[in-house]
């Protein structure tokens, strides 16, 4: 519960369910609290037989900025397994969504970076308003990427450029390399996903669900759920390094807040970008 309310909005349509992310003040941020209602609301919404299509959308100025920075800075998890441990939840949340087997959009606008893009990407189909911001830009404070769904999506060489820069890019990119299905005026956003959640709640769920589970079993063949594991594993080791630069980020979470942390984390991209006279990629202060 925040002062917006639940973190979690349940809205019954006609076809399934609207589930809103609540926490506008943070761009949605994924906190635990978070994190686990949503969880259990897509578990809810697959055994549900009125519901057809689950829609996940975010309350304010932006689909998701991500796990929530602060409440991990003031966590104070340890090593690599207690990490691990903590890792292993946000995947298997995540991974529940792509397993629910209602088909679920993903409806983005604003932003969606870091474990916000991963949950859209987890989603079987995502739309996206035009001038939304996406990317996962972990690797600029010292983390990485939670749940690896990228590259099964656009293959190997986009993502290495954007896991390994951190750059972020808009819906017409997303949308021409794969990685979103559609972009869409702003104003237009919620009756185009409303139209297409219609259109999929005229498959009956006996064969919805069933192709479903084929198309993610064509992931797994390719290896997919190997990688996710691999990638539990060498994340925590990665966000456990304890790098100067890591706890110089959680120091100043700690002690300015997070809009600090993400000032000073930007203010060394252009600081080494400088003297090539190139400046840092456009990200928010989230």
Excluded at 90 to 114: E, F, N, S
Excluded at 123 to 137: H, I, Q, R, S, Y
Aim: contains cysteine.
């Amino acid at each position: 519960m925040t002062a917006d309310g639940p973190v979690l909005l349940t809205t019954a349509t006609p076809w399934g369910v609207r589930l809103t992310l609540n926490r506008p003040a943070k761009l949605n941020a994924l906190s635990a609290e978070l994190v686990a209602a949503l969880d259990a609301a897509v578990v809810a919404a697959g055994a549900d037989p009125e519901v057809r299509v689950v829609v996940i959308e975010g309350a304010g100025r932006a689909f998701s900025s991500g796990y929530d920075l602060t409440e991990e800075a003031e966590g104070g998890i340890g090593g690599p397994v207690e990490w691990r441990d903590a890792l292993a939840v946000d995947v298997a949340a995540t991974l529940r969504i792509l397993d629910c087997p209602k088909p679920v959009i993903a409806q983005i606008h604003g932003y969606a970076l870091a474990g916000g893009l991963e949950l859209a990407m987890a989603c079987d189909l995502v739309v996206a308003a035009e001038g939304t911001k996406l990317g996962e830009p972990e690797i600029r404070y010292g983390s990485a990427p939670v749940t690896l769904l990228m590259p099964y999506l656009i293959g190997q060489k986009k993502t290495r450029e954007l896991l390994l820069t951190g750059d972020l890019i808009d819906a017409v990119e997303a949308e021409r390399i794969g990685l979103i299905n559609r972009v869409v005026p702003a104003d237009r956003l919620a009756a185009e996903v409303d139209a297409l959640a219609d259109r999929l709640a005229r498959t009956p769920p006996e064969v919805m669900g069933p192709t479903k589970r084929m198309l993610n079993l064509a992931m797994d063949a390719a290896g997919f759920r190997l990688a996710v594991e691999a990638g539990l594993d060498l994340g925590a080791i990665v966000n456990a390094a304890d790098t100067p630069e890591q706890r110089e980020w959680d120091a100043i979470v700690r002690r300015d807040g997070l809009r600090a942390a993400l000032a000073w984390r930007d203010r060394r991209y252009d600081e080494r970008l400088a003297e090539t006279g190139r400046g840092a990629a456009d990200e928010p202060a989230r």
